[in-house]
């Protein structure tokens, strides 16, 4: 297993991700934001700086944290946004020799009325066979999309997009009810969601947060990583004992950057310094695997 994370959570601009990164002692970046903007919407003369300032940092991006179908877009939004975010994601994704995106499976209507299950799975095929067509692999993640709505629904996205592979988020379920079970419904379990559809997980997301107060949807609270009910100690076991070999990134969240109130600046040193604080804790957790 190897280590990366979302530094856009340490800092926007590039050279401070990197220092982040390296302060923690890791070569990797799992790729979203750079300047404010994800890396498949920054200008190219933009991206081509910031392709040759990772080459000469020594760093590789293992994982685009793309926006595509994400939690943002509805199933009715126009497509071809999407199709060209594809576009412009794959040449990147080549300079940068990254293989893995992360996708959704667009945002999640109301419980009880029409999914549109059908154009999701249609959607779905279009992405990822475009980017298999290119050599790489669409990973779909368990988050506030039609496939978060249980470990089953994912499981169904499997079998409708054959070739699809998962990204696993530890902290996601605990903030999701589980829509495969009897009303009323209960959270959903972070080790049961992995343990269906480990079968078919590539990579990892890395969050802790405590489930959210009644009648809320956002976590009470984004910890450091086991300190929460996302089961991370018993993940990363399990990830160990099945013999998992791929990327674990983390994406901490603890600090105010992706959950500020409209108009509130996010206090960056303080970001810096959680991201920081949460890759040495995650050093740790890998030590205690040993």
Request: with cysteine; aromatic share 8%; charged share 25%.
């Amino acid at each position: 297993m190897y280590l990366t994370g979302f530094a856009d959570e340490a800092a926007q601009d590039l050279a401070t991700q990197i220092k982040a990164t390296k302060e923690i002692g890791w070569t990797r970046i799992s790729a979203r934001g750079v300047n404010g903007a994800n890396l498949h919407e920054l200008p190219q003369d933009e991206f081509d700086k910031v392709a040759d300032q990772l080459d000469e940092a020594g760093i590789t991006i293992p994982e685009f944290g793309s926006l595509i179908g994400n939690w943002g877009k509805k199933i009715t939004s126009d497509f071809d946004i999407t199709l060209a975010e594809i576009e412009r994601a794959i040449p990147r994704m080549q300079r940068l020799g990254t293989k893995l995106i992360r996708i959704m499976s667009f945002a999640q209507e109301p419980w009880g009325s029409d999914q549109q299950e059908e154009e999701r799975f249609r959607r779905l095929r279009e992405i990822h066979a475009r980017f298999s067509d290119a050599g790489l692999q669409a990973i779909h993640e368990n988050c506030m999309n039609w496939g978060g709505f249980s470990p089953d629904h994912t499981l169904r996205l499997v079998e409708e997009v054959p070739g699809l592979k998962l990204v696993f988020d530890t902290a996601n379920p605990v903030f999701q009810l589980d829509r495969s079970k009897p009303e009323p419904f209960p959270w959903q379990d972070p080790m049961e969601f992995y343990q269906k559809v480990k079968d078919h997980v590539v990579h990892i997301h890395i969050k802790d947060c405590t489930n959210p107060p009644a009648g809320e949807t956002e976590p009470a609270e984004y910890t450091l990583p086991g300190d929460g009910q996302a089961k991370v100690r018993e993940i990363l076991k399990a990830l160990k004992d099945d013999g998992y070999d791929g990327g674990l990134a983390i994406e901490p969240h603890v600090a105010t950057v992706f959950h500020a109130t409209e108009g509130e600046q996010p206090d960056w040193q303080q970001c810096y310094d959680s991201y920081v604080e949460y890759g040495h804790a995650m050093n740790k957790l890998m030590e205690e695997l040993v």
